[in-house]
């Protein structure tokens, strides 16, 4: 049996005078974990494969010592594979702001596939969440 892993972290900061005792400051952070396994019993092999990938940004303004606003956003895909190449699960979500954009899943071990396109709920909450992303 073989395992190979890799564990990516990557990390983005900065900040942005404003003047008057103020800065904006953006961050983002992704960080993962893979790995890649094959079990050999004899002359019989199996692998699978997991990746899970995770990414969060954020933005906040300080005025002297207190956070006067700010932005956030995550999301993460994760996905399973069995050595035929066949998906046994798949994830793929994502938020801004407290608000969850998609919930994608895909579980094909069983016979039935589940999709969450979108947790909103209805017209009025994806106007919601657009004027949330343009300013409008």
Not at 16 to 25: M, R, W
Not at 101 to 123: A, F
């Amino acid at each position: 049996s073989e395992s190979y892993k890799n564990f990516p972290l990557f990390l983005y900061t900065n900040q942005d005078d404003q003047g008057n005792n103020s800065y904006t400051l953006f961050s983002n952070v992704t960080l993962g974990f893979n790995e890649d396994k094959i079990l050999a019993i004899g002359e019989e092999s199996s692998s699978s494969s997991l990746r899970n990938e995770q990414n969060a940004e954020g933005t906040m303004v300080v005025k002297g010592n207190l956070v006067v606003s700010g932005l956030g956003s995550t999301h993460q895909v994760y996905e399973y594979v069995e050595g035929n190449g066949e998906f046994c699960y798949f994830r793929n979500v994502s938020s801004y702001n407290y608000t969850i954009l998609y919930d994608e899943v895909r579980d094909r071990c069983k016979s039935n596939d589940q999709h969450y396109v979108s947790r909103l709920d209805g017209p009025r909450s994806f106007r919601r969440l657009v004027y949330m992303l343009i300013g409008r």
